[in-house]
């Protein structure tokens, strides 16, 4: 099957899910409902949760067991996308291509939909079905972990301190790790256990992820540069604009491409033990090289 329709048919499995896990836009408080819907049927590309899936079926298991975690991980992103966008942090008025939360709904109903939205993703990760190798409890402290002080918010911490001040390459290396990095490894590993892995596949994964993460945000940071606001369906040349660290910015714009293309690489090389079978992951690593948004 082709990349582009292996991927429609995860996003229809992902989205469906999606709608039946979260409660109805009438469901009270219907502010707060439609909000959470608002962001989360927005246009996103499902990466993560797609990752997720592909994850389980290279281990041997199904979509269909892996959703729960595909729908928590997506969950976890959209919350994190609308704080980041709040005026007391990055403070964007567009993402995935329409007004913000907060522009839409106010910055109390928009700090409380990512709350809920959090909240919402360990309910639905504490539903997935245990494996012999890992249970319920795995999945959630998985989950906790990437998205907790130590990584997702660390990043954010780290990137919000960091702006306008000198950021040395290790720092800003660490800082994409962590806000982007690990969740991404995450949506792997939560597939690969869901799929009942074993240690060194899921070792395999999560080598994958780190490399994978970080490509990905170095290719965010250049497309932020290359871009415009309409291809990316968010305020593009923002990070120039906050004197953000990126790796255009440390690095150059023709060396942080060669270190994306060294990245993706090492993220290729790191699906060896799959073989044959990591066929729709190797070419979904590539893809993500040369996308555009
Ligand atoms: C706790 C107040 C509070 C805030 C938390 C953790 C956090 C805020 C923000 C996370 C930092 C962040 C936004 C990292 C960027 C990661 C990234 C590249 C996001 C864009 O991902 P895409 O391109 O987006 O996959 P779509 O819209 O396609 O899903």
Known sequence: ????DYLRLSVQKIDRALDTFLPKASAKPQTLHKAMRYSLFAGGKRLRPA???AAAELCGGSAQDALPAACAVECIHTYSLIHDDLPCMDDDDLRRGRPTSHKVFGEGIAVLTGDALLTLAFEILAQASPTPRYGAADLVRELAHASGSRWLIAGQVLDLEGEGKPVTKAALKFIHQSKTAALLTCSLRLGAMSANATPSKLKALTDFGSA???AFQV???ILDVTQTTEQLGKTAGKDAAVTKATYPALFGLNRAREIASE??????DALAPFGKKALQMRALTNSLLVREY
């Open 1 to 4: 099957m082709e990349l582009q």
């Open 51 to 53: 990752l997720t899936l």
């Open 212 to 214: 994978l993460g970080l």
């Open 219 to 221: 290719i965010d940071d």
């Open 263 to 268: 990245l993706t690489r090492e993220a290729l």
